[in-house]
């Protein structure tokens, strides 16, 4: 009964689909439509970072381990000061959709500048430098854009299904990170088929691959409509103002923010950015420590150096294996058994490198798992972490996001540049002191969360009730929470 006469609420009318045809008004969006649109920004955003992220890997190997080196740590550098200060008032002026557009077309010249290397050596440096500055720009807003659209399409795809919004989040952020990782996997399964298949210009045709790969995709993007608004917000917007999508409206109201440190605001008013912060800084940390020792001394020097591209394959498979699954454990058991269990993932990682040394760690039944192992936290990482920062910070989220990403990109400078200088152990104990305050900082973000909700919880049920005593007397009822207000109610009050 209930929920047939929500499906019917849902369903606009003929009239009222017919009057919006006549008044050139935009038709409510369905739950396919949305989740499509979705599907294919996170389609082409996976191709064209797969193909970074692939370089990065092959960086100190193909180019040196000084150019690959130092070239990393002026990414992340780059990419830790765009998120900090530049990023959410670029993706308020330009939308999540066009923040996303051009940061594509940014890292195509960070993956074509190995292919330009490669061609010209005399230009190695500059060339793979410079390409990494303008990489490390553009994924400074890239991901504060992704983590925007992201919470906008969760939000309208919770809205058409009548859902709650923790729901989707969770459930995007598997198919997200499913996209993302697969096509990681794929790409980077390549770069071990061409190296070992193909002569001298191995690395020139590689190069090529992925800077066609990324220039179609970066086309590919601009070629998807973004996202369309809430229906609430265009119903209660005037006439004609409708350029906003993206939820921009629905987020931050259409008023660009004059400050350029969002990010830095928020986390000086709101605790749980400094509470969630160690959760960020562990992965980065992480990441360096699998880069840096991991990949580049202990695999190196046991197995050879051929090995490290089926072993980080193997991170990347699990990852995509494990990520739907972990979506679903999220949204039935809660996101915080995910988060959780992810850091206690990583904590055995790092106990395992303290516990055994590097000859009873280089086999490849002990190698497997531990790979394993980190593909299961990197996808806790890539999915339910995101889904909860954008449920952790529904008002803010474009902040939320570039907080993120620059804590988690500033762990990931200090420890390329740091870790070359100190031991093994020396590593393994900052990793799990890390990750150790991490489990206490989420403990408490979560407690912080839940006493911030149960005073809106209460409203919420409140609400029926008080507006049904004030608009008694005009038969009408009152439909404010844009998670439940129907489309053709949005249509009527826009008429």
Not at 40 to 63: D, K, R, W
Not at 431 to 443: E, R, T
Not at 462 to 491: K, Q, V
Request: net charge positive; proline share 5%.
């Amino acid at each position: 009964g209930a929920a047939k006469r929500r499906r019917q609420a849902r369903k606009p009318d003929g009239a009222a689909m017919s009057d919006a045809r006549g008044h050139g008004q935009r038709l409510p969006p369905t739950a396919g439509s949305v989740l499509s649109n979705f599907m294919l920004v996170s389609l082409f955003f996976s191709l064209n970072h797969g193909c970074v992220t692939s370089c990065l890997a092959l960086a100190s190997s193909q180019l040196g381990p000084a150019l690959g080196g130092y070239s990393a740590g002026v990414l992340y550098l780059c990419y830790t000061l765009t998120a900090l200060l530049f990023a959410p008032g670029i993706v308020t002026r330009l939308g999540a959709k066009g923040s996303l557009n051009w940061g594509l077309v940014l890292y195509c010249a960070y993956v074509g500048s190995y292919a330009l290397a490669v061609i010209v050596p005399a230009l190695r440096w500059p060339a793979v430098i410079v390409g990494a500055a303008l990489g490390g720009l553009a994924a400074g807003w890239l991901w504060t854009a992704q983590g925007g659209y992201f919470a906008a399409a969760a939000e309208l795809y919770a809205h058409v299904l009548q859902i709650e919004p923790e729901l989707t989040t969770s459930f995007l952020s598997g198919v997200f990170a499913t996209l993302y990782l697969g096509l990681e996997l794929g790409l980077k399964l390549i770069s071990s088929y061409v190296l070992a298949r193909s002569s001298g210009d191995a690395s020139l045709k590689l190069f090529a691959i992925y800077t066609a790969v990324a220039v179609f995709s970066a086309l590919g993007i601009f070629c998807v409509s973004p996202i369309p608004p809430h229906p609430l917000i265009s119903a209660e917007s005037p006439s004609g103002d409708e350029t906003q999508t993206d939820g921009e409206r629905f987020h931050d109201g259409g008023r660009p923010q004059p400050k350029l440190l969002q990010a830095v605001d928020l986390m000086r008013k709101e605790p749980k950015v400094l509470l969630l912060a160690p959760i960020n800084t562990s992965f980065g940390f992480m990441a360096s420590l699998m880069n840096f020792y991991v990949n580049g001394v202990l695999v190196k020097q046991t197995l050879g150096a051929p090995s490290i591209g089926l072993l980080t394959s193997v991170i990347s498979g699990v990852a995509t294996v494990v990520s739907l699954p972990l979506s679903w454990l999220a949204a039935r058991a809660g996101k915080s058994v995910v988060i959780l269990l992810g850091a206690l993932v990583f904590l055995g990682e790092v106990v395992v490198l303290l516990t055994y040394t590097p000859e009873q760690l280089g086999h490849w039944r002990v190698l497997l798992p531990f790979y394993a192992a980190h593909g299961v936290g990197r996808a806790v990482w890539e999915g339910p972490n995101r889904a909860l920062t954008a449920d952790f910070f529904s008002g803010n989220r474009e902040a939320a996001f570039a907080n993120m990403i620059m804590q988690n990109g500033l762990a990931s400078t200090i420890g390329y540049f740091v870790f070359p200088w100190i031991s093994p152990r020396a590593m393994g104990c900052v990793c799990a002191a890390n990750l150790v305050l991490s489990i206490f900082g989420y403990l408490a973000a979560a407690l912080r969360h839940r006493r911030e909700r149960s005073p809106n919880a209460r409203a919420a049920l409140e609400e029926p009730f008080l507006s049904n005593e004030h608009g008694a007397g005009s038969g009408t009822a009152r439909s404010d929470s844009p998670s439940y207000a129907t489309a053709s109610e949005s249509m009527e009050r826009k008429d």
